[in-house]
DNA sequence: TCAAATATAGACATATTTGACTATTAAATT
DNA sequence: AATTTAATAGTCAAATATGTCTATATTTGA
């Protein structure tokens, strides 16, 4: 009788394969992560986490990171496979 | 002598164009925030606050709204205006 | 106008992200 | 191999998102 479970949105295969993306995404623009890090002003941990898929990131964190490759966010994501 | 201010990535403009993008395609497709979150199974709560850009939202939310709205992520950001 | 539907608001608890450290592992270069 | 660079990990506190409730406002339609 319990309260009913909190469903949670997070889709931790999806976190994972956006991370990958981002990597290939930094690294085909020939930064590191401390580089990224640095240009945004964030940990660089925090960069980690998110090319990792450790954490479900904002949608702002996801613009600074497009914005500071020099990419629009549209093509961020239109060059992400999904499915 | 203190500590630095923490600087906050949020950007309040970009969430609020961003939520009149939202809303848009979400009355496009005709229907409203309780039939969008009760799909996604969220509160309507949530979708009114994503909309009007008071919460900087995480990226699996964004996708559950996009895969609920039947739209690609690359489409829901490309018919998104930047700057 | 009245009623129903839709959207917004406030407040609080809980969950998660992020910052800020330190340490360790992995990779690259010489 | 050794040194340097790059990435990952752990921990804890602070900031923020989200759930959940109730209430109010706004819009829509009869």
Redesign the pocket.
């Known amino acids: 009788m319990g309260?009913?479970?909190?469903?949670?949105?997070?889709d931790d295969e999806f976190?994972k394969e956006l991370g990958v993306h981002f990597?290939k995404v930094?690294?085909s623009k020939g930064?590191?992560?401390?580089?990224?890090?640095n240009r945004?002003?964030?940990?660089?941990?925090?960069?980690?986490?998110?090319?990792?898929g450790?954490?479900?990131?904002?949608i702002?964190?996801i613009k600074e990171i497009a914005d500071n490759l020099n990419i629009q966010l549209s093509e961020l994501f239109s060059s992400f496979k999904e499915n």
């Open positions: 309260k009913e479970k909190r469903k949670n949105i997070r976190l990597r930094r690294e930064l590191t992560q401390q580089e990224l890090a945004i002003d964030v940990e660089v941990m925090q960069i980690s986490r998110v090319e990792r450790t954490v479900n990131t904002s702002c964190m």
